[in-house]
Structure formats: C-alpha cells, structure tokens
C-alpha cells in the first residue's frame, strides 16, 4: 500500500552509503593489444584510483592494486596518467603515482613491484607528470612534465618532455606555458601538439603545433597549423605522416577537420554541432577514426558516427540507451570503445559495434537498487528575460512507495554544475536519486557559459559570471514553482566548486531561494586570482574572460563576490570544503563562515582533512549528504528519519 507522507520526508532504500559507492566510476580507458585496460576510483578506498584490464577468457584482473594510485596533479585536475609501451614483445606500464606524483614502470604480465622511472622530487609533489604517450623509441615515453618553481601556487613551469627508461630526462619543446603531450606522427618524422598561454583558457584559443623530430630525438623548431586567439583545437590525432584530424571551433562549433603539413584545413561534415569539448584534463579524446572517412565522434555527448564521404553526423543507435559518454573514446577495428552512462545506467565500460548494433558491457558498477526507485530525467528548455533558451534536465520525485498529500508540491533543489565551462547531463546520479527518492524534485540547469551548445552560448557568460548563471537558475527554479512542479517555498539551490559560486552569489543576490548548499567553493573573486594568491596556475587568469581584467575591473571583483554581501544572504547555507583543496583552497569557505558568525543566519560548515578539489573518500561523501539532507530538513520543516541532525550555528 502506498504510505501518505510530506515531500522530502520519504524513506528510501538508496543511502549515503549507496551514492558513495556509485562514485567509483571508470575512466581513461584505451584497448592495448585486444585488451581493455581503464582506470577506477575507489571511494572506499580513500579515493585512488586503480588500474585495470579485461583480458579475452579471463577475469577482470587489477594491475595496480593497494597502494597504487594512478592520478596525477598536473594543471592540479590531473591528465591521462598511463600508457602501455612493447618493446621486444615486453609490455611496459608507465603511470603516475599520486602519494608523490613519480612516474613508475611496471611489466604487468610477469610477477613484479612497479620501479620509479623519474628521479624523486626536491619538495613533495614538486615535479608532477601527465598525458603520457610512447615516443619514438622502444623504450621512452613523451609526456608533459610541471615542475613547482617557488611557493605561490602560480609558481609552475611546463615542458614536454623525453623519459626514456635507461637514461636522463630531456627537455623536447616548451612552445607555450600551457601543453598536450606531443603526439608523433607514423612515420616517426613529426610531433604535434596543443598549446596556450595566459589569459586565455583552451576552450577560447588555442594552437596546434608541429615540429620535425631529429634522428637524435630532438625536435626541431615548431609552427603553428591551426587555431589562434579566438579559435579553441581541443584534441589532435594523426590520420597519416602527412594528414592530421584534429577538432577546432572556427565558425563556432567543435568540428571535425583534416589538416595537411601544407597548411590545408577542411571540416569533414560541417554542422552547427558541438563534436568536442572543454579541454579540462589533458589526453581527452572526443573523436576515434575507425577508416574509410568513418569516426566516432561524441556530439554534445552522444555517440555518432561522421561519415566524411556523405558528410554526415548520426546518433549511433545501438548507443540511444547510454547518452552520456566520457571523452575517451578508442577505436578497435570496427568496434568503438568508452565510458559511458544512462538515466538508468551509472557509467560503464562499453564496447559498440556500430555495424552490427551490439553494444557490450565490459564491466559496470550497476545501480544497487531497483529501477523504481530511480528518477526519469526530463530535458526541458525554459527562456531567460532576454529571450535566451536555458537547457536543463528535471529529476522528479520517485518512490514507489510514497506519495505526497493531495495538493503538496515538492521541494526543488537547483543544482548548478561546476566549470563553470562544463554542463549538467541526463546520466545517472545516485548523489540526485538519494534526494528524489526521498521526495525532492531536482533540476540540473545548462545555464549561459555551459558547453554544449556552441561558442555563442559559452560566450553567454564573458565578463557575466555571478550575473547570467544567477539569473538563469533563478528563472527555472521560478518557472517550475509557477507551473506547480515545485513549492515557490522551499527552493535551494546546490552546487560545487563554480557550481558553489553561483549558489552563493544567488543567496546574496537575488530571493528566489530559501537556503542552499555550497560545496568546495570560489567566494573572493580578488583572492581567486593569481595576484590574489587563492587559485592554482591553470585557473589563474580564468577570470579576465568570466568576469574582466585587473585592475580595470577590481570594483567589479568587490562588487560580485558572496564574501563581500553576507548582509544580502536571503536564508540558511551549508558549507563543505576539502581541507588539501588547491583549487579552491579552504580559505575562502573559512573567511565566508568567520564572517557569518553570529549574524543570525542558519548555517553549517564542515570540512574534511585528506580531500582536495571534489570529494573521493566515501566516508566524507557519506557524511556530506546525510548532512546536506538534514540541513534541508530542518530548514523547509520536515523529519529526516535515518540521518544525524546537522547542528546549526547563529
């Protein structure tokens, strides 16, 4: 019989405990001589992550067990962290170790201990490497190295460079102060990359470079075939010793083109499609060539396939159930090979036949509970005062178990994502189920700036960061409320890292929302600066384009940033951070919270020791949402039976 209860007070047989776990999802996966090798998270773990392979008959079997941890803290939101060289039909494992950021060789087919390849650092974490590719030699590998050259947190240098297993590092290039791994071509006769520099971020511009590599290994000087300024190259491949694929955004949109040493550029299949993305961990791959001008690309997340010949981009079909996929496609034969994840599928390692319409799962950490329980995300667009469209994904509320009396509409949490050049998507979140199975209505909002719908709408939020994210979460959270789909009474609004920015600059700049939930966020945008101090290298000068240049701007720095407003918060806010957070470092939350002390105002603030940008460990994931369930509770008025009561400071 179905139990009558208030929205938000259901029970539910999804945990905290549940959630935590579904963060172990895989990534980086790549097919190495037939077999499929990912990496893993392992919230149970403290949040390493291990390395994995499938092997045709066998098990899946772990190649890096305790305490191996294959991350890295390049750009500080790490790159590709491994890569698999053979040399006289011996297999070497080259990784990064995250406990102190080493690159380690390891024969994964004999019985033995992973030996560290680079020298140890002079300070802790003081060298870091990522992107990691097979150079040209049986036994060497290229990748990006950054080295910490002072005490600021801006204080890096960046070079590619040559690893080889017998012999001292060498420096290949160091174009830009930004960079990909260089990519050598079949021929063994050119290397390209992509590089940038301060201010711009890699999805406002960026170049791709070539150089000739030398008989001695050394490169010789490098020259610019594409992007530029306003032209963003997000991923580069060699189709042949003379032709490259690459993606870059030249009249808007990630495309697809070829390019030739020449200097010659031509998009595949011109379409006012996004085939690309926003370059936030290096070695992402949105495109795999399978041959004869076929290439699976990922359009706006979707699998599909360009046919360059018909100049076409259809969805794969075999694919419709799994929408969102992880850039990090490979190609094996005919087969594609990815991460990917559905409304009702947490994210997988897929294998895709395209040809044939199979679609296998290599190895998945499945949902723990009954479809039932389980939201069906709705996509839904709204329009912004200007006329702009606002995407977003609703999650309703689903138990069967439960219904609301007659007449209640549910409470609606407005969940920002972080980025803030990223987007929300339809995937499965156990972290949003653990809230609409209990009654919550959940809206994922693509606000101005998101990716995904071309350069136009990114550019929706140059210099209006803290302006047009508001307005937009603002405007759907209002817009549900009218047509009945939330109580106009208790909206919150919830989000991370540029997702906790915009959820406190909306309680501190317009009344929409009864309280929210700020997790690791930017609070100061003068200390979230490189002048400032507050931010990684990376990130440093991320806000000349989301917000204006220093020191033209400074009065608008002041004028936007929550810290500066603690007066204008419009209810109760919750507070989690990570104590070893390097991106938005503790400080911030902490001059937030001393200053709202005995202000009046309902609020929290927990921090967590061992966690940096982003919660890993599943103890703390645990504890953040059972606290951020009962922080709800108690401010819309209802019982949250089954968690600890958060208390609540003054």
Request: glycine fraction near 10%; proline fraction near 8%; charged fraction near 20%.
């Amino acid at each position: 019989m179905t139990k009558i209860a208030p929205y938000g007070s259901w029970t539910s047989p999804i945990g905290a405990t549940d959630a935590a776990a579904s963060d172990g999802a895989p990534g980086w996966s790549d097919v190495i001589d037939g077999e499929l090798w990912w990496v893993e998270s392992r919230p149970a773990e403290g949040g390493r992550l291990s390395l994995l392979r499938s092997r045709p008959g066998s098990a899946v079997e772990e190649v890096l067990p305790e305490p191996w941890n294959c991350r890295n803290r390049v750009h500080e939101y790490g790159g590709r962290p491994w890569t698999v060289v053979i040399a006289g039909g011996i297999r070497r494992l080259a990784f990064t170790n995250w406990q102190d950021q080493r690159v380690y060789l390891h024969e994964p087919d004999v019985a033995s201990t992973p030996v560290p390849l680079s020298q140890e650092p002079d300070r802790p974490h003081g060298v870091r490497y990522a992107d990691l590719r097979p150079g040209p030699r049986a036994e060497e590998i290229w990748c990006v190295r950054e080295t910490v050259t002072g005490d600021r947190r801006t204080d890096v240098r960046r070079e590619l460079v040559a690893l080889p297993f017998d012999g001292p590092q060498r420096v290949l290039v160091a174009s830009h102060h930004f960079m990909t791994a260089p990519r050598l071509s079949p021929d063994g006769a050119h290397a390209a990359w992509l590089g940038w520099d301060h201010p711009a971020m890699p999805w406002d511009g960026t170049e791709l470079c070539v150089a000739e590599v030398r008989a001695d290994g050394t490169f010789g000087p490098p020259r610019v075939l594409a992007g530029g300024p306003e032209i963003s190259v997000c991923q580069v491949e060699w189709e042949s010793p003379g032709t490259l694929l690459a993606l870059l955004d030249p009249d808007g949109w990630w495309n697809l083109h070829r390019l030739t040493l020449d200097g010659e550029i031509r998009n595949l299949a011109p379409c006012a499609e996004e085939l690309g993305g926003a370059l936030w961990k290096i070695g992402s791959r949105w495109f795999a060539s399978l041959g004869d001008g076929r290439h699976a690309v990922l359009r706006a997340g979707r699998l599909a396939m360009l046919d360059e010949h018909a100049g076409t981009v259809r969805d794969v079909e075999a694919a419709a159930g799994v929408p969102v996929w992880a850039p990090s496609l490979t190609a094996d034969g005919g087969s594609i090979v990815g991460v990917a994840a559905g409304p009702h599928r947490e994210a997988a390692v897929l294998r895709v036949n395209p040809g044939s319409g199979e679609l296998f799962e290599i190895i998945s950490s499945a949902p723990p509970v009954p479809a039932e329980y389980l939201p069906t995300p709705a996509e839904r667009t709204f329009t912004a005062p200007d006329g702009q469209t606002i995407p977003a994904y609703l999650f309703p509320p689903s138990n069967p178990e439960f219904a609301a009396p007659e007449g209640e509409a549910p409470p609606l949490l407005v969940h920002a994502h972080g980025g803030p050049t990223n987007r929300a998507s339809p995937a499965l979140d156990l972290e949003i189920a653990f809230f609409t199975s209990r009654g919550f209505a959940v809206v994922a909002v693509n606000y101005g700036g998101s990716t995904g719908y071309g350069r136009a709408f990114r550019e929706r939020l140059r210099e209006q960061w803290g302006v047009v994210d508001v307005a937009d979460c603002a405007t759907v959270a209002e817009a549900l409320a009218a047509e009945g789909a939330a109580d106009p009474k208790r909206l919150a609004i919830r989000g991370g890292s540029a997702g906790g920015w915009t959820s406190a600059a909306a309680l501190t700049s317009v009344r929409t929302f009864r309280c929210g939930t700020v997790l690791y966020p930017i609070l100061d945008l003068t200390g979230w600066t490189g002048e400032g101090g507050e931010t990684h290298d990376f990130e440093s000068r991320y806000l000349d384009g989301l917000v204006g240049s220093l020191p033209e701007h400074a009065e608008r720095y002041r004028e936007r940033s929550p810290v500066n407003h603690i007066d204008r918060l419009a209810g109760p806010v919750l507070m989690l951070q990570g104590l070893e957070d390097e991106i938005c470092p503790p400080e911030q939350a902490e001059r937030f919270v001393t200053a709202l002390a005995g202000r009046g105002i309902e609020h929290a603030y927990l921090a967590f020791e061992g966690e940096q940008h982003g919660f890993r460990r599943a103890e703390t994931i645990v504890a953040a949402l059972e606290a951020e369930l009962s922080f709800y509770g108690q401010v819309f008025g209802f019982d949250v039976p089954g968690v600890p009561v958060l208390e609540l400071a003054r």
